[in-house]
């Protein structure tokens, strides 16, 4: 390998570009609970999307909140939860 292949910066990620993501989808993560000891879903509805940032605005469900997450870890919500 050259030193001029070690020295190149590593290209920023693509765009997202996910349908599930679009403002109005149905969207969901999941995260462990200590209290209940199993996986929990969190769900809403996605406001915005910033898919060159790679972010998504969802408000949530449960607090009417909007937040901003990765959109990496972000799926659609399952249908038994999605409304």
Request: hydrophobic letters at 35%.
């Amino acid at each position: 390998m050259t030193a001029q292949a070690i020295d190149r910066p590593t290209p920023p990620p693509a765009p997202c570009t996910l349908d599930r993501h679009r403002p109005n989808s149905r969207v969901g993560w999941q995260y462990w609970s200590k209290v209940t000891e199993q996986w929990e879903w969190v769900t809403g509805t996605a406001v915005a999307h910033r898919g060159e940032q790679r972010l998504i605005e969802i408000r949530v469900d449960a607090t009417g909140r909007t937040v901003w997450r990765p959109c990496g870890y972000i799926a659609a919500a399952p249908q038994e939860l999605a409304w």
